[in-house]
């Protein structure tokens, strides 16, 4: 089975800095695209940043200029560098990987189990 592991949230203040990491483990062929969402309380998932294989990257508005989305291919690690941190950046932050696997070859897509990312004002 294919997981992904995430770490690096917890309490910050305004202004201050927090990386997250996810790490995927399993019998991996190759990873595509891997992503960032956050869940705010109250509020619907969204999209915050993305890499791709080749190291394209896209973020939403709301972050750019703040945070930085990286990878590790030898590592199966994708970080999230998130400086100047808000108040609105409060969250749940979850990862997501595109992953084709080995043993059998196969297509999946893998959520981490979330990590919660607390700004106070």
């Known amino acids: 089975q294919v997981q992904l592991v995430e770490s690096g949230g917890g309490l910050v203040q305004a202004g201050g800095s927090l990386r997250l990491s996810c790490a995927a483990s399993?019998?991996?062929?190759?990873?595509?695209?891997m992503d960032w969402y956050r869940q705010a309380p109250g509020k619907q998932r969204e999209l915050v940043a993305g890499?791709?294989?080749?190291?394209?990257?896209n973020y939403v508005d709301s972050v750019k200029g703040r945070f930085t989305i990286s990878r590790d291919n030898a590592k199966n690690t994708v970080f999230l560098q998130m400086d100047s941190l808000k108040p609105e950046d409060t969250a749940v932050y979850y990862c997501?990987?595109?992953?084709?696997?080995?043993?059998?070859?196969?297509?999946?897509?893998?959520w981490g189990q979330g990590t919660l990312v607390t700004v106070s004002s």
């Open positions: 399993g019998h991996i062929f190759r990873i595509s695209t």
């Open positions: 890499i791709s294989s080749g190291g394209t990257t």
């Open positions: 997501n990987a595109n992953i084709i696997a080995s043993s059998p070859l196969r297509s999946l897509e893998v």
